[in-house]
């Protein structure tokens, strides 16, 4: 049997893989804004797209257009969408990764 911080250990290895790493891509090397919103979700979108593409395809153009709209009326400014773009897409997959070790632990 796992410990009970196991899930929790998950979840936090899954946003650091899915929110971080991007995070740190688009710091370090993407400067325009649109670069920022296709490759923000991109990853953890095909990630998602993996378990489910129709949940995956649909969260990336949803989350996409949204972050399009944001950017073009500036009701969000690109510094904050910066850090708010991959929040979805990895919490989606966090919340995946826990459900799938509470279950195993189950069996």
Request: contains cysteine; aromatic residues 10%.
């Amino acid at each position: 049997m796992r410990s009970r911080a196991f899930p929790i250990l998950t979840a936090v290895a899954v946003l650091a893989v899915f929110y971080g790493v991007p995070k740190i891509l688009e710091v370090f090397f993407i400067h325009a804004p649109l670069p920022l919103v296709v490759f923000g979700d991109l990853i953890g979108c095909i990630a998602i797209a993996r378990i489910s593409w129709k949940l995956g395809a649909g969260l990336y153009v949803g989350l996409t257009g949204i972050e399009a709209a944001l950017l073009q009326t500036d009701i969000v400014a690109p510094s904050t969408l910066l850090w708010t773009t991959d929040l979805v897409p990895a919490l989606v997959l966090a919340a995946f990764a826990v459900a799938l070790v509470t279950v195993s632990d189950l069996n």
